[in-house]
């Protein structure tokens, strides 16, 4: 069973972590793919100009269709990046694909605009074109007025990359992945906590005055030497499409978490490893990163370990990418 998927998404960068993961679950169950993405097996281009990207990759896709051999392939995923550029083509051969929708826009003035408006039409293509979806939480999957199948596939991790932390005698919050303005970081470092961000974005150099700033590197090592994880998001409806991959990779780690309360979470709101806190309250990350800080050592890696085995039972890519298999089987060619 051979798969195209089509993403803007650079293998070489942390932000492909999902679609990585992903990849190598469908691949132990049976699917080949190959992937059409400015570093894949088929280079398309993606301008890194300010308001050109989705442009220059929609039309490279479509050159990039018009010159390989599509009726090896069974299925396509498209990104919704993708879809203004994949569409035409894939019809023109009958490949049936599916949108697959990880990352609503979030920018906010006129890109913002943009990427809605683009953003809008690729759901509507879809809506007409497509034969299935996949989306990261059920808060998506109910946003989005949809009668064909569908799929939700959470945030995921590999287990076998990380080891439990051991724990500091003076506990280190760590926050990592994106470091954009976005994020609004900056109102992490006003906790009065020992923080630690790492990560990459057009806010790093900003928030390197205000607190300790790392590159981009190996998750699982850094996260080793941590205490607790936060993942602490503005109050914008658009964060709660979130499933997040940081809690995911946290728990694999075995921290403790503060993190906002996202659609993708609310299966663990019972969970005694996690504290979920409502979008942008800034006192209410902050007292619960005092009192997880305050716990003695051993009660931290008590939590920690009850984080791991969660991960371990439901988190896996293996795991989160079952429902996504069994809906590929029923669209494809």
């Known amino acids: 069973m051979k798969l195209l998927?089509?993403?803007?998404?650079?293998?070489?960068?942390?932000?492909?972590?999902?679609?990585?993961?992903?990849?190598?679950?469908?691949?132990?169950?049976?699917?080949?793919?190959?992937?059409?993405?400015?570093?894949?097996q088929h280079r398309v281009e993606?301008?890194?100009i300010l308001g050109r990207g989705h442009q220059t990759f929609n039309r490279s896709i479509a050159e990039k269709l018009r010159s390989i051999e599509l009726d090896e392939y069974c299925t396509a995923i498209v990104e919704w990046t993708g879809i203004q550029g994949a569409s035409?083509?894939?019809a023109r051969v009958q490949l049936p694909w599916v949108i697959m929708d990880r990352s609503p826009p979030i920018t906010s003035g006129i890109i913002g605009w943009m990427q809605r408006k683009q953003y809008n039409k690729a759901w509507a293509i879809a809506r007409n074109q497509s034969a299935g979806r996949t989306v990261k939480s059920a808060y998506m999957e109910a946003s989005q007025r949809w009668?064909?199948?569908?799929?939700?596939?959470?945030?995921g991790v590999d287990i076998a990359a990380f080891e439990c932390a051991t724990?500091?005698?003076?506990?280190?919050?760590?926050?990592?992945?994106?470091?954009?303005?976005?994020?609004?970081?900056d109102r992490l470092t006003k906790m009065g906590v020992n923080l630690l961000l790492f990560g990459e974005g057009n806010d790093s150099h900003r928030l390197s005055n205000m607190t300790r700033v790392e590159g981009p590197g190996d998750v699982a090592s850094r996260l080793a030497g941590t205490d607790v994880g936060v993942l602490h998001l503005p109050k914008r409806d658009v964060w709660r499409h979130a499933s997040p991959l940081k809690v995911a990779e946290y728990a694999a780690a075995g921290l403790p978490v503060v993190a906002s309360e996202v659609s993708g979470l609310e299966c663990y709101r019972d969970a005694e490893w996690l504290k979920l806190i409502p979008l942008g309250d800034d006192e209410a990350c902050r007292i619960a990163l005092h009192t997880l800080c305050e716990l003695p050592i051993n009660e931290r890696r008590r939590l920690g370990a009850l984080a791991r085995q969660e991960a371990e039972r439901s988190m896996t890519w293996e795991n989160c990418t079952e429902a996504f298999h069994e809906m590929l089987l029923e669209v494809k060619r």
């Open 5 to 40: 998927w089509i993403t803007h998404r650079r293998f070489s960068e942390m932000s492909a972590t999902t679609q990585k993961g992903i990849a190598a679950a469908l691949n132990k169950r049976g699917w080949e793919i190959e992937f059409m993405s400015p570093d894949g």
């Open 46 to 48: 993606r301008s890194t």
């Open 88 to 90: 035409s083509e894939l």
């Open 147 to 155: 009668q064909k199948p569908s799929a939700i596939v959470p945030a």
């Open 167 to 185: 724990m500091n005698s003076d506990p280190l919050v760590v926050c990592h992945g994106s470091l954009d303005r976005s994020r609004e970081l």
